[in-house]
């Protein structure tokens, strides 16, 4: 360890400056106040913790991070050369998760359909959000969600009113570019889908930084009755950067919810999803790629909650792990009484391209109905070396037949991406991030 | 074209190969018969650089260079090509796209200009007219989900698109029926041309009804035991193997 001459403020005393603050007195107060007491009690998680028995989230419990206060300077120049995904219409950019109105823009919106930024919604309009902050992402017992909630004064806000069809993907880019202070940056988005309406949302993290930061995002989804709610959540942040994220969607009746979440860096990469099928007849697609090379750790943690009857659940997950990388899935299903003719489907499917990389799957079912159709698998594979041959037989050199090989095991998750921009930058990015050099195969 | 002299190769501990000389000379074909075990796949294997296949004497010369010096994808883009007996199964591969990705090694390798799409789909469409193959074929995943026949076609088909200077055939005709066996002997037929030479390794007399080969030789427990022309196929056909085994090794 390396002496600090003054020690860094603890977060305690940071969210005791935050309370003297003017921004923090206000209709979120409570919901602050409530958060950080959790945060204080929980501490973060360990290994003993059943849900971080494979995620040792020492290296984030042991630096001291700061939550940003003050924006800072960001240039174009500096978006353009994060390689995002450039859709065109709408688009919120967030440095260090607060806003950045220059960078943004909302042209292309249809009418009705509101994006804004959570610190103006709060000083404009505070009862547009107040009921819904925090209502899906619950902070009792989550450590991160309560360090989100506690530290909370900006993010997203998407509104789609009822029978709205909203056609061009609305872009949230969280950028975290960390200084001397190792940063913390706590992006938060809320969607809330009116009935009948419809919208695609796509979220990039990302991040420039030569030390630690950690990102630790949070999103609460509300798909109304009947309504279609696009969900992607592309995650390449920094590899020295940790990100532990939550996605917390509830579904009403016969609305269809997909979320993709995609992992391509980062050092920790913790994802959290909880969809709840709230209403008859929801479907939910959950679907998850991570590429993880190096001392990486990918870990996802899923939780759909079949709490009505006549829902169907596609969960797809897949990883492709290099080097000396481990993959973490842990799949729930629960499936309520009353919820009767349930359709769940899940898989998780892990490709190794090493002998050192490691994957721990491991899917859970609750299933307390009786006429219900659940079904799981995992499978974990090597690239085959009869497909290798065959390829470089016909001339493709063997780097050239293991992206192809390696592009081609994603090839079903990248088909389901229905925004081209996000498709084409994964089908890049997969190739681009891929290891190179023998793995002896 | 291609020098094979006393080439020994194992498959794990086991001696397959022990001791093949064969020389094959531009615009001629060899057939390349023998029965189960005798080492005609592994043959094939050692020559397309299979991994596993463990050359443990001998040499082989392929247009000047050592062939076994050669990376499985050198061998490719020199003008080699192996139809394979079992061709794989790769989803999410697309068909056109390896084929193109091929090709286009193989023209980079001879220093020619890489093809367009629209060349690239016009020298397709004629080749699949050879094949007789059916466009749904060329979108869909490598092989994935086609049926016997229409793998084997798809091996003659990815010859024809590649125009390989020696083509080594392994078992090409094994689970056919006789329309695509006629179709598949059609397509290589129209292959053949004086600067170009062919293996065809079948267990079958039947193919070299259709593909009428130079030369026949009669390969068995890791020897090639008898040559001669095509007749020999028919004597073969006649009598089986087991009065090959029996014979002492002749000279080739």
């Known amino acids: 360890m390396t002496q600090v001459a003054t020690s860094p403020e603890t ?6 400056r935050f309370k003297q603050g003017a921004v923090f007195s206000g209709p979120l107060a409570s919901l602050r106040d409530d958060a950080f007491l959790c945060f204080d009690r929980l501490g973060f998680p360990t290994t003993r913790l059943e849900d971080w028995r494979f995620t040792n989230v020492a290296p984030i419990a042991e630096t001291p991070f700061l ?134 949302v796509v979220e990039s993290h990302t991040g420039t930084a030569a030390t630690p930061y950690l990102s630790n995002a949070v999103t609460e989804v509300s798909v109304g009755d009947n309504a279609v709610v696009d969900h992607y959540s592309v995650v390449r942040e920094a590899d020295v950067a940790f990100r532990v994220g939550s996605l917390h969607a509830h579904l009403g009746r016969a609305s269809n919810f997909s979320s993709h979440t995609i992992t391509l860096g980062g050092a920790i990469v913790r994802n959290e999803a909880q969809v709840v099928l709230g209403g ?162 | 074209m291609l020098e094979v002299r006393d080439l020994h190769a194992k498959a794990g501990d086991r ?18 018969m023998g029965p189960n075990g005798s080492g005609k796949s592994t043959l094939a294997g050692v020559l397309a650089g299979r991994d596993g296949l463990e050359v443990t004497a001998g040499s082989v010369t392929y247009k000047g260079l050592d062939l076994l010096d050669l990376e499985p994808e050198e061998r490719a883009r020199e003008g080699l090509f192996l139809a394979f007996q079992y061709p794989v199964e790769i989803p999410g591969v697309n068909n056109a796209y390896l084929l193109k990705a091929g090709l286009n090694e193989v023209r980079k390798h001879r220093g020619e200009p890489e093809l367009d799409a629209m060349d690239f789909m016009t ?36 010859l024809a698109v590649l125009e390989p200077a020696l083509a080594l055939l392994d078992e090409t005709d094994s689970g056919l029926d006789i329309d695509a066996l006629k179709t598949v002997a059609g397509g290589v037929n129209a292959m053949r041309s004086p600067e170009r030479a062919m293996v065809v390794v079948t267990h079958y007399q039947r193919l070299l009804n259709y593909i009428v080969p130079d030369f026949v030789h009669v390969l068995s427990n890791g020897r090639i035991v008898k040559s001669g022309g095509k007749e020999l196929a028919l004597e073969l056909e006649e009598k089986g193997y087991g009065w090959i085994e029996t014979e002492p090794a002749a000279a080739v």
């Open chain 2, 15 to 32: 001696q397959i190969l022990k001791g093949i000389n064969l020389t094959v000379n531009a615009g001629e074909v060899h057939a390349i």
């Open chain 1, 67 to 200: 939550a940003q206060t003050e924006s800072v300077d960001y240039t174009r120049a500096a978006l353009d050369g994060l390689n995002l995904p450039r859709i065109g219409g709408p688009e919120l950019v967030f440095v260090n998760g607060l806003f950045n109105p220059g960078l943004s823009s909302t042209a292309g919106l249809p009418a009705g359909v509101r994006v804004r930024s959570l610190a103006a919604v709060l000083a404009d309009e505070p009862e547009a959000v107040t009921p819904h902050l925090g209502r899906l992402a619950r902070v009792e017992g989550q450590a991160f969600t309560a360090l989100n909630t506690a530290f909370v004064r900006d993010g997203a806000v998407v509104e789609v009113p009822a029978g709205v069809v909203a056609q061009v993907p609305i872009q949230l880019q969280f950028v975290t570019s960390s200084g001397v202070a190792p940063v913390l940056s706590l992006p938060r988005v809320l969607v809330l889908a009116g009935a009948d309406s419809q919208v695609t």
């Open chain 2, 123 to 158: 020298l397709i469409r004629d080749r699949m007219k050879l094949l007789e193959m059916d466009d749904t074929l060329l979108n869909r995943p490598v092989n994935d989900g086609f049926s016997g026949g229409e793998k084997k076609r798809n091996e003659i088909f990815q």
């Open chain 1, 11 to 16: 977060y305690a005393a940071q969210f005791a």
């Open chain 1, 280 to 441: 008859e007849g929801g479907v939910c697609t959950l679907n998850g790629l991570y590429l993880a090379n190096d001392r990486q750790l990918v870990d996802n943690q899923t939780t759909i909650d079949h709490a009505q009857p006549h829902c169907d659940s596609h969960e797809l997950y897949k990883g492709i792990l290099a080097g000396r990388s481990r993959g973490v899935f842990n799949g729930k299903i629960i499936v309520r009484l009353d919820a009767q003719k349930t359709d769940a489907k899940q898989s998780n499917k892990a490709l190794l391209l090493s002998e050192d990389a490691q994957i721990t799957s491991k899917p859970q079912l609750e299933i307390f109905a009786d006429d219900v159709k659940c079904t799981h698998g995992a499978t974990v594979g090597q690239l085959d070396s009869e497909s290798l041959f065959y390829l470089r037989s016909r001339g493709l050199s063997k780097e050239q037949a293991r992206q192809l090989l390696v592009h081609a095991f994603a090839a079903d998750l990248l088909r389901h991406i229905r925004v081209a921009e996000v498709r084409a930058q994964l089908d890049d990015q997969l190739l681009e991030r891929l290891p190179v050099g023998d793995v002896g195969l």
